[in-house]
C-alpha cells in the first residue's frame, strides 16, 4: 500500500525473464551474438507498461479522444487481466493494451469503472501536512493539491476507526453501441490452508544428465511433502496437495537470518549465503522415481539477497500435469553485498518452507446499492457504494476488491481502508 493505506500498485506488466531486443548489429565477423535476450525486473516492467500508454494515447488521438493521465490510468486498469493476486500485489492485474484499444475503438462489451471518493479521501489526510510546508523557503510558491475532482479506478475508503463508515459513487463508462449489464461484486482473497516443511539445504549437488564441474542443481522437495503429517500413512500419501477450489498458492521459504548474514563479519553484509526457490512440474518419463533436469518443467521462480523467497502460481491446478515439485538452490559461493561473488564455498542453511493456498470470497465490509447495473448504449451508469470497518477489525491496512463483471470484460477495483484507533490523552 501507499504509506497512507491507499492501494498500490495500480497495474503490473512482466518482468521476468521474457525476450526482448538485444543488438541487431554484428560488431564481429561470425559473431554468434543473439538478437534477443532474456532480460527482466522493474526495468522491463516499466517501459512495457509506457509503452502500453502511449500506444493507447495513439489510439484515442485517432478516435479524438481528450487525453489526460488519470484517464489512460483508469482505462489501462479496467481492462487488466486479473492474475487473482491481492490489491497490494497486483493492483487491477496485468495491463493488457489490447483490450484497452477495444475500449477506446467502442467494442462491444467494453468498459471502465472510476470513483469520485478516492483522491477527496487521499488529499483530506495529506492537505494538513501539505499545509505546514513552507514552500516559500525552499523556491517554491504555496503547494496545493488540486481542488477538483480527479477519477480514479482504485478506491481509498479513507482511515476509519471501527464501526466507521466510507462511501463512493462509481461511474461505469460503456462506449458500445449496446447495453451491458454487470454484476457488482466485492472480493477478497481467503486463506484455505497453510503448510510447512523443515528442511536443511545441501550445497553443490549434480545432476546426472549435467554433471559437469560448476554446475549445481536445486535441492527438491515433492509439493506434497509440505504439510503435516499425523500418522505414518499421511508421510507416504503423494495426492494432490493443492486443494480444488485454489485460486493462488504462494511458496514461501525462510532462513534464519544469522544462517544468512554472518555478523562476526568486519564488513556488514560482507558475507551472505544466498539461496532461490523454484516450482517444477515434473513427469517422470522413464518411471525410475530419479529426478533429473529434462524431466523438468519451470512454473515460475523466486531470488533475492534475503532471508525471505516467495513464489506465487495463478490457478494452480492448471499449471502441472505431472508431479509439482519445489526446488530450493543454495548457491555454491558465498557473496558480499559490496564486492559480489567472494568464490568462497557456501555452507548449509536450515529452512522452513511454507505452501499457502488462497481462495477469492465475498468481502462483507463492502455494500452496494444493487448488485447489478445496466449501462445504456454509449452512456453512463452510476452504483454508489458504502464500506462499513467492522468493529472488531485491529489496527493495519485492509484490501479487496470490488468486481465489475460483464460478459466480455471483467474490471478489479482495488480497495483499501486503514483502520486506526484512538488513545486517551493523559
Not at 518411471?287 to 506465487?312: C, F, H, M, Y
Not at 470470497?361 to 455494500?367: D, F, G, T
Not at 485492509?398 to 484507533?421: D, R
Request: include cysteine.
Amino acid at each position: 500500500p501507499g504509506f497512507i493505506g491507499d492501494p498500490k500498485p495500480d497495474l503490473m506488466s512482466m518482468g521476468a525473464y521474457g525476450f526482448t531486443p538485444s543488438s541487431v548489429l554484428k560488431t564481429e565477423k561470425d559473431s554468434k551474438d543473439e538478437s534477443f535476450s532474456l532480460f527482466g525486473g522493474t526495468s522491463m516492467a516499466a517501459p512495457i507498461v509506457s509503452g502500453s500508454a502511449a500506444i493507447l494515447m495513439e489510439g484515442m488521438r485517432n478516435q479524438s479522444q481528450n487525453i489526460d493521465p488519470f484517464t489512460i490510468k483508469n482505462i489501462l486498469m479496467s481492462t487488466a487481466t486479473d492474475l487473482k493476486n491481492d490489491p497490494f500485489t497486483q493492483g487491477s492485474g496485468l495491463v493488457d493494451v489490447s483490450s484497452a484499444l477495444d475500449y477506446v475503438n467502442g467494442k462491444d462489451g467494453l468498459f471502465i469503472v472510476h470513483n469520485d471518493a478516492s483522491y477527496r479521501n487521499i488529499k483530506k489526510i495529506l492537505d494538513p501536512a501539505i499545509d505546514r510546508v513552507n514552500s516559500t523557503a525552499i523556491g517554491f510558491k504555496q503547494f496545493q493539491l488540486p481542488s477538483n475532482s480527479i477519477p480514479m479506478t482504485s478506491w481509498f475508503a479513507g482511515q476509519l476507526l471501527p464501526g466507521e463508515r466510507s462511501s463512493a459513487t462509481f461511474t461505469i463508462s460503456n462506449p458500445s453501441e449496446n447495453e451491458i449489464t454487470i454484476n457488482v461484486i466485492p472480493k477478497k482473497l481467503s486463506l484455505i490452508v497453510k503448510n510447512e516443511f523443515d528442511g536443511t539445504t545441501i550445497v553443490r549437488q549434480q545432476d546426472s544428465i549435467l554433471n559437469k564441474s560448476g554446475t549445481y542443481i536445486p535441492n527438491y522437495v515433492k509439493l506434497s511433502d509440505i504439510k503435516h503429517h499425523s500418522t505414518l500413512v499421511e508421510f507416504f500419501d503423494d495426492k494432490d496437495p493443492i486443494p480444488d477450489d485454489s485460486s493462488l498458492m504462494i511458496l514461501n521459504v525462510n532462513f534464519p537470518f544469522d544462517s544468512f548474514m554472518n555478523n562476526t563479519s568486519d564488513v556488514y553484509a560482507d558475507d551472505l549465503k544466498i539461496s532461490s526457490l523454484y516450482i517444477y512440474d515434473w513427469l517422470d518419463n522413464n518411471n525410475d522415481t530419479e529426478i533429473t533436469s529434462n524431466e523438468l518443467s519451470l512454473v515460475n521462480r523466486a531470488g533475492s539477497w534475503g532471508t525471505v523467497q516467495e513464489l506465487r502460481v495463478t490457478d494452480p491446478n492448471e499449471k502441472f500435469e505431472g508431479t509439482p515439485l519445489v526446488g530450493i538452490y543454495p548457491v555454491p559461493t558465498r557473496f558480499s553485498y559490496w564486492l559480489g561473488d567472494t568464490k568462497m564455498n557456501s555452507t548449509s542453511m536450515d529452512y522452513t518452507l511454507s505452501a499457502s493456498y488462497y481462495q477469492k470470497e465475498k468481502w462483507s465490509v463492502i455494500w452496494p446499492e444493487s448488485q447489478i447495473v445496466t449501462v445504456p448504449p454509449k452512456d453512463v451508469a452510476t452504483i454508489d457504494v458504502t464500506l462499513i470497518a467492522p468493529t472488531d477489525l485491529q489496527t493495519g491496512v485492509c484490501q479487496g476488491f470490488l468486481t465489475f463483471e460483464g460478459q466480455k470484460n471483467v474490471a478489479n477495483a482495488p480497495i483499501s481502508f486503514a483502520v486506526k484507533q484512538l488513545f486517551d490523552h493523559y
